[in-house]
């Protein structure tokens, strides 16, 4: 995030702020962050080195799984298709079938950000899901 030399077509400015802001660097696959399993972050490397999914265990709703840029089209995920631009498109496919059977375990939803359409059928603000 802060390299000398940042890849590709990252703009630094866009989050400068955040280099001196309160930092905590993650050391394990997942990070509970609040100790009670309602918002873990998980380790999904490939897309990027360091890249990273959010589950969240809403009360109502249930699992959801929030997948980054794990997926960017549910045709990458029924299909089973990589993008040619993965930093590294075998990490990404381990990542796929580690998350894939993590969905199976908590019967999670996948919501995967780049769906347009899944996406506008999504509640906003002031909905929300609990």
């Not at 609040?34 to 890249?51: E, L, N, W």
């Not at 109502?60 to 298709?81: A, C, I, N, Q, W």
């Not at 993008?83 to 019967?107: S, Y």
């Amino acid at each position: 995030m802060f390299a000398e030399k940042p890849p590709g077509v990252t703009q630094p400015s866009s989050y400068a702020a955040l280099r001196n802001s309160k930092t905590l660097i993650l050391k394990s696959q997942e990070h509970d962050v609040f100790g009670d399993g309602t918002v873990v972050i998980k380790a999904a490397p490939g897309h990027t080195p360091a890249h990273q999914i959010l589950y969240l265990k809403l009360t109502k709703t249930g699992g959801v799984v929030l997948s980054g840029d794990l997926y960017h089209y549910p045709e990458e995920h029924r299909l089973d298709r990589l993008p040619t631009f993965e930093f590294n498109q075998e990490q990404t496919g381990a990542t796929r079938v580690t998350i894939d059977g993590f969905l199976r375990k908590t019967g999670a939803q996948l919501w995967i950000q780049h769906d347009f359409t899944a996406n506008a059928k999504l509640k906003k603000a002031p909905g929300y899901y609990e």
